[in-house]
C-alpha cells in the first residue's frame, strides 16, 4: 500500500495520531481486527455485484444463442452456416464470462456480446411445390387459357377443359383522383373494370398474353390459406416473397408477353407487375388474376405431364358489373389500402365502403 496511512478514533489512541497501514492490520489489534474484517465486507460486496453482472450478460446472450440455433436448424444452406455462426458466437458469450478471483484487476471478463449479434428476421415458409403425377405425360399438345372480364375458360387443343367465374380488380369505390383521370366516377368500382387497367395495385389486369408454368405454382393448405387471410409476410416454395391475401389453394405467376396500353392519362400499364393466377375465398384481388379455388382444382386436373408454358389471354368483353355495398365493405376489410394492414385498418376499409368509399379522394399509385 506504499505511504497510505489510516486514521481513526480508537481506544488507547489519539485521533491526531496517524497509524500505517501495517499497523493497522497487526494481529491482536483491535483496529486491525474491525479494518480486516470491513475489508472482508467489502470484497463479498464486490464479489456479489460482480456475479449479479456476470449473470444478467448471461442472461441477455442465451436467447440470443437459442434463437440463432433454433433457426439453423429450420433452414438449410448457407444461411443455416451463418446462423450457426452467429449461434455459437453468443454461446462463447455466455461460456467465457467468468467472475474472476480476489485480487485479480478485472473481476468479470467476458466477450463483448456485439459479436452475437441476432440473426435477421426471417419471413415464415409456406406451401408446396406442384410436382406432376409420376410417369404422366399430358393428352394436349397445346394448352391455353382466356380470361374474358367474367370467367377464366381452360382449353386444350381446342376443346373446353374448365369454366369457371373469375375477377381481377379491387372490388371498392374507385378512388376521386383515379375517376378523374380515367373519366369515370366515384360511384364505379374496380372489379373487372377496364377502364382502370392502369392503376397499380387496385386496378384488373391489363389486357394482353400472358404465360405461366405448371412448375411454378405453389399449392397451399387450409390452415395456410386462414394465415394468409390475416395478413404477414411470407416465401413461398420458391423462394418467391408474398404478403398476406386471400391467394386460395395455390398460385403461378404470370409472365407478361404483351401488354395493352391504358386509357390516356390513366396510369400505364407497361409499368405494372406482380402478375398471378391464383385461387381464393373472396371476390377481388390486387391485379391478379383471382379464379378461386374451384379454378386451382380445374388446373391441378389437366396440367398433369404439361411442361409447356400455358398462354393466357386477357380480353374484357363484358360491361364492368356492379358491386354493391356489402361486397365493397367486404373488400374495404380485404384491400383496406396501407401495406401491411392490422384488424383496425380492416374495420376502417369496411366501414369506409359502407359510407360510400373514398369521398374526400386520394391519390393514385
Known amino acids: 500500500m506504499g505511504d497510505s496511512k489510516v486514521q481513526r478514533d480508537a481506544p488507547g489512541v489519539s485521533p491526531s495520531r496517524s497509524i500505517s497501514a501495517d499497523e493497522a492490520v497487526e494481529p491482536g489489534s483491535d483496529v486491525g481486527a474491525d479494518l480486516a474484517a470491513s ?47 452467429a449461434a455459437r458466437a453468443a454461446q462463447g458469450a455466455v461460456g467465457n464470462t467468468r467472475v474472476g478471483g480476489l485480487g485479480e484487476r478485472s473481476a468479470v471478463q467476458r466477450v ?37 372480364g367474367r370467367e377464366f375458360v381452360l382449353t ?68 395456410e390459406q386462414a394465415r394468409f387471410t390475416l395478413g404477414g409476410h411470407f416465401t413461398d416454395p420458391f423462394g418467391r416473397p408474398m404478403h398476406g391475401g386471400d391467394w386460395g389453394a395455390g398460385r403461378a405467376p404470370l409472365r407478361p408477353n404483351r401488354v395493352e396500353p391504358a ?12 402478375f398471378y393466377i391464383h385461387g381464393g375465398h373472396l371476390s ?35 360491361v364492368a358489373p356492379g358491386v354493391d355495398r356489402l361486397e365493397r365493405a367486404a373488400g374495404g376489410f380485404t ?8 384488424l383496425v385498418d380492416r374495420i376502417k376499409g369496411a366501414l369506409r365502403e359502407l359510407r360510400g368509399g373514398d369521398a374526400a379522394g386520394g391519390e393514385s399509385e
Open 263 to 274: 386509357l390516356p392519362g390513366c396510369g400505364n400499364t407497361a409499368r405494372r407487375s406482380g
Open 335 to 342: 384491400y383496406p389500402g396501407p401495406k401491411d394492414p392490422g
Open 112 to 148: 463483448p456480446l456485439q459479436s452475437a449479434a441476432a440473426p435477421a428476421f426471417v419471413t415464415p415458409k409456406v406451401g408446396k411445390r406442384y410436382v406432376h403425377p409420376p410417369g404422366v405425360k399430358s393428352a394436349y399438345k397445346r394448352i391455353s387459357g382466356e380470361f374474358d
Open 284 to 318: 377481388g384481388s390486387s391485379g391478379c388474376i383471382d379464379i378461386g379455388n374451384a379454378g386451382i382444382e380445374a388446373l391441378v386436373a389437366h396440367i398433369g405431364g404439361y411442361r409447356k408454358p400455358v398462354v393466357v389471354k386477357v380480353r374484357y368483353r363484358f
Open 39 to 85: 475489508a472482508r465486507r467489502v470484497q463479498r460486496k464486490a464479489e456479489v455485484e460482480e456475479r449479479q453482472v456476470a449473470e444478467t450478460q448471461t442472461a441477455a446472450a442465451l436467447p440470443v444463442a437459442r434463437m440463432a440455433l433454433t433457426l439453423a436448424g429450420e433452414d438449410g444452406g448457407a444461411q443455416a452456416s451463418e446462423r450457426a455462426r
Open 156 to 223: 386444350g387443343d381446342g376443346v373446353v377443359l374448365a369454366r369457371v367465374g373469375a375477377v381481377s380488380g379491387r372490388p371498392v369505390s374507385v378512388r376521386v383522383d383515379d375517376a378523374r383521370k380515367c373519366g369515370g366516377t366515384s360511384a364505379d368500382s374496380y372489379l373487372n373494370n377496364p377502364r382502370y387497367v392502369g392503376i397499380a395495385e387496385f386496378g384488373p389486369i391489363p389486357e394482353g398474353e400472358f404465360t405461366f408454368n405448371a412448375d411454378q405454382l405453389a399449392m397451399f393448405s387450409l390452415s
